[in-house]
């Protein structure tokens, strides 16, 4: 069963002669294990594709299906716990919370919605800070981490509830080319390692190489499939 | 609960102050309470603890202790209308007396010990029984006069047999005595042997009538009075009603003041933290999860300031008991912190209309991790 299933999926922004098309009948289909890049020029309607996809947000029309569920109906409330146990989400701007230290914030998706934090919850952040090169720095505030590190410690918490879909906006625009690539290489070890769907959104050219497959947007259209030297933003 | 605590943990700074803040405001609050406790007490406790179920006023006082009279014809008719248990006169009349060399100010009360003029309950010693002995009250204000002392009036050396608690007129030190020894004073403080009559009577009325019947039937039967049961004359009591509404405009002052500042507190807080909040909700956490957060701070911080402040006031009235005899009462200090407790997290609804406003989607809007 595909991880992510959108068809015919179109929404549109604002009403009247101000509207914005940002995704004009998208079909697109990503498999369990698959690690999709979707490149496309800027304000082409990236981001509201992640956004939908991880039901952050309801499409004007379409249907949004995640592991075989159709997302697009679920109220507030139960809208908000697919995005606790279903997606792992790192975005472009805000990940962290500033006054939980990295491992709490890895933590803190597992407290809410009445579960706890147990001995497994934390042998689990440890591992996870471990592995992307955070094991010295799971005390630290937000603050007192680089960008870098801020930005794994965010892929982390994607990961921490161990989600069937993960969705990363723009992982590398704020990093300079070394930590951009060192990032890129610890988001596919650890999605391809885990054998889960991501989509990364970029349009970053340095990126395109790591993924199974590649999608372009251009103004809410997919095109499939764009040669991965031909595209640019 | 998580995330409530550790936010506390990380800002401990400026959520001391806020607690500390709300401390100040009830001790403010509690004193308050206790100089008002106090000052109505010193006023109304004559009347509060006396034995009396009825009082009877001459008509003309308007119910005002100090102005009222009764003739000598009255105390007879009163002991003989129906329902009537007892009679007693209460004389009442501030003196210049001396005690251990001071001059002092007494108010002698003037009536019959073993009848309803004296208070219901006596804290130490006993009664007076005859001429010469007196039981002292004193009101927060005074100090104290122990039993054993000796307090002179008009000539006449009162020996205190006996205390009782909160049942002082006027807010002096007063001195429950015989009728004969209040009228003995009197008129040596006239000069001539003058007509001494009592201001008020007591009335015990017999078991199973109903005090506020028995004083309305008082007041039709017999011209030229006014019966009150017991608390309505305390009610009527001049000055108190002043009293307590003075220091309800102080008490609604400070609520207010919590409710404003807890209220501005957690607003601002929520506002500076409003990218996490979306994050949070972004990443999967219900907005009742996020408001039960906030509402757990409010408890937590304005909870530890009212504690804080409680105990500091019963600190501080313990330490200044010889100069100011009041202490706190335990249901009107237990209403207050929790008024101040419910005040916080209604003024919180400010900070909870904002997170509940939250839109998880703008975590997606650009800006730099
Ligand atoms: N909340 C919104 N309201 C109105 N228009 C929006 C909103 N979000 C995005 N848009 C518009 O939709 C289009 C797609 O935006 P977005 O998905 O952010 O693109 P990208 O991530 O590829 O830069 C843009 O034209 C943008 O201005
Ligand atoms: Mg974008």
Redesign the pocket.
Do not use: N
């Given at each position: 069963m595909p991880a992510l299933e959108m068809s015919q999926v179109r929404?549109v922004?604002?009403a009247d002669d101000?509207q914005?098309?940002?995704?004009n009948d998208v079909d697109l289909t990503v498999d369990d294990d698959e690690m999709l890049i979707l490149v496309?020029?800027?304000?082409?309607?990236?981001?509201?594709?992640?956004?939908v996809a991880g039901a952050l947000l309801r499409p004007t029309s379409g249907s949004v299906k995640v592991g075989g569920v159709e997302i697009t109906d679920l109220d507030d409330k139960e809208a908000a716990r697919f995005r606790r146990d279903q997606v792992g989400f790192v975005f472009?701007s805000v990940n962290l919370v500033p006054f939980l230290t990295a491992r709490e914030n890895l933590l803190v998706v597992r407290q809410f919605g009445g579960s706890k934090i147990d001995g497994a919850a934390k042998k689990r952040a440890d591992q996870l800070l471990d592995e992307l090169g955070l094991g010295g720095r799971g005390d630290n505030l937000p603050s007192q981490l680089s960008g870098g590190q801020k930005q794994r410690v965010a892929i982390g918490r994607a990961l921490m509830n161990e989600p069937p879909l993960v969705l990363v906006?723009?992982p590398t625009s704020a990093l300079d080319s070394e930590l951009g690539k060192q990032v890129m290489d610890l988001l596919r070890s650890e999605i391809k390692g885990r054998g889960v769907a991501a989509i990364i959104?970029t349009?970053d050219d340095r990126v395109l190489g790591y993924g199974d497959r590649q999608v372009q947007?251009v103004d809410?259209v997919l095109s499939s499939a764009a040669p991965a030297t031909a595209t640019t933003t | 609960m998580y995330v409530a605590f550790k936010e506390i943990r990380r800002s401990l700074g400026r959520f001391t102050l806020l607690s500390l803040a709300v401390a100040l405001l009830v001790i403010l609050l509690l004193f308050f309470q206790a100089v008002a406790g106090t000052l109505t007490s010193g006023l109304t406790g004559g009347l509060e603890s006396s034995s009396a179920d009825v009082l009877v006023y001459d008509v003309r006082a308007r119910l005002n202790p100090a102005n009222s009279l009764i003739p000598a014809p009255v105390i007879t008719q009163v002991s003989e209308s129906p329902d009537v248990a007892a009679v007693s006169p209460i004389g009442l009349s501030v003196f210049t007396g001396t005690t251990d060399g001071d001059e002092i100010d007494v108010q002698l009360v003037g009536g019959d010990p073993t009848g309803p003029s004296v208070p219901a309950e006596i804290a130490d010693g006993r009664l007076p029984q005859g001429p010469g002995e007196g039981l002292f009250s004193g009101s927060g204000f005074d100090n104290p006069i122990e039993i054993g002392q000796t307090v002179s009036v008009e000539g006449i050396d009162f020996e205190v047999v006996g205390t009782a608690d909160d049942a002082a007129f006027n807010l002096l030190p007063t001195l429950y005595v015989t009728f004969e020894d209040f009228t003995s004073a009197s008129q040596n403080r006239a000069g001539i042997p003058i007509e001494v009559a009592p201001s008020l009577l007591g009335v015990i009325v017999v078991d199973g009538a109903d005090p506020a019947e028995v004083a309305e039937q008082l007041t039709q039967s017999i011209v030229g009075i006014e019966a009150l049961e017991r608390p309505a004359a305390v009610d009527a009591l001049p000055g108190v009603g002043q009293i307590t509404q003075s220091f309800n405009i102080l008490y609604v002052l400070l609520y207010i003041v919590v409710a404003i500042v807890t209220g501005v507190f957690f607003l601002i807080l929520t506002v500076q933290k409003q990218d996490a909040l979306v994050l949070l909700r972004a990443i999967g956490t219900g907005s009742r999860d996020v408001v039960t957060s906030v509402l757990i701070q409010v408890l937590v911080v304005v909870g530890a300031g009212a504690v804080i402040g409680t105990v500091v006031t019963a600190g501080l009235l313990q330490l200044t008991r010889d100069v100011f005899g009041a202490s706190l009462d335990s249901t009107t200090t237990t209403l207050s912190v929790a008024a101040i407790v419910v005040l916080g997290l209604l003024a919180s609804v400010g900070a909870v209309r904002r997170v509940l406003a939250i839109d998880p989607?703008q975590a997606?809007?650009?800006g730099a991790i």
């Open positions: 929404k922004y604002g101000q914005v098309v940002a995704l496309g020029p800027s304000g082409s309607g990236k981001t509201t594709l992640l956004t472009q906006d723009e959104v349009h947007m809410g | 989607m997606t809007r650009s």
